[in-house]
């Protein structure tokens, strides 16, 4: 260190001869490169998103209904060019519109993931819904494309590919949370845990594309859907291996007649009803099941 000390004071010394300078490595003698960026103020990892409010029914036996509003914070998501209108509003306010068309019916619990202009990770957002014991996570977004043309809803769930990729990551993950879906994996090998999550996910599959059959029948008459209108994806958001999960892209912010459409109070009122009525029809088998499986 003192030899180091020296060695900086000598070369930048202007009255130091060239040859009484020690031979340094030049890698020390350039200024470093300057990276230029954004800098986000994030939520320490250990503190985690706030829990969300529930409302609706008292009654816990209820059904809960998780609603994603996509984007939000510094993640506007795409953009409608002649408007301004950002899918992160848009989201949030259908999202609100949904909300309200279901407290009408007081047959559901409801839980917003935000409820105002906030970031959270996609990992947060069904790490939520999970945590609250959802019955259903319906993640809300608008799509985008540079074709003018492009234009309808689609309603996304998750691909087979990924739910055999998912199945043996999640074993060695949640060996160590040890109950997964009601089920207890701390005694259960690896292979075992494997097994469990992926007949368990493929059920969660299963119920995700019924609900999904439900909000296109439901909402058709009032939306405009492409074709196919079911898409399957590995999409993070819709990784729960335990919440029947879909993600709603409720039609292209950058045409301007679905983005009009999204941002008017009758438009969203229609999509509301229409996804209100078939989470209605959802939770209905839902409760139909329970009272057809004895306790055990």
């Keep these: ?18 040859d009484m300078r020690p031979s340094v490595n030049a890698a020390m003698a350039k200024r470093p490169l300057r990276n230029i960026g954004m800098s986000v103020r994030m939520r320490p990892i250990t503190e985690g998103p706030p829990i969300p409010k529930i409302q609706g029914p008292s ?10 509003p996509g984007h939000g914070g510094h993640d506007p998501g795409a953009r409608n060019v002649k408007s301004g209108a950002l899918e992160k509003d848009v989201t949030l306010a259908v999202a609100m519109a949904l909300r309200d068309e279901l407290l009408k019916s007081g047959r559901v619990r409801i839980a917003l993931t935000r409820e105002d202009d906030s970031f959270l990770a996609l990992e947060e957002r069904f790490g939520l819904a999970r945590d609250m014991g959802a019955a259903l996570f319906i ?5 985008a494309s540079e074709e003018t043309g492009a234009h309808g809803a689609t309603i996304y769930t998750l691909s087979d590919v990924a739910s055999d990729a998912e199945a043996e990551r999640l074993a060695a993950r949640e060996n160590r949370a040890n109950v997964l879906g009601g089920v207890d994996l701390s005694r259960k090998s690896s292979a075992v845990s494997s097994i469990l999550i992926d007949l368990m996910q493929r059920e969660t599959m299963a119920s995700s594309a019924k609900f999904a059959e439900l909000l296109h029948r439901e909402t058709a008459p009032d939306l405009t859907f492409r074709n196919p209108w079911n898409r399957r994806a590995a999409l993070v958001v819709l990784r729960a291996p335990d919440t029947p999960s879909i993600l709603f892209e409720t039609g292209y912010i950058s045409n301007d007649a679905e983005a009009e459409q999204l941002r008017s109070v009758e438009g969203r009122r229609k999509l509301a009803e229409g996804a209100a009525r078939a ?6 088998t839902l409760d139909s099941s329970r009272r057809a499986d004895p306790p055990r």
């Design 139 to 143: 993640s809300i977004h608008a799509d």
């Design 59 to 68: 009654n816990s036996s209820r059904p809960l209904v998780v609603i994603d």
């Design 279 to 284: 989470i209605a029809i959802y939770a209905a």
């Design 1 to 18: 260190m003192l030899f180091l000390a020296t060695s900086l004071a000598l070369l930048s010394s202007p009255s130091t001869p060239p």
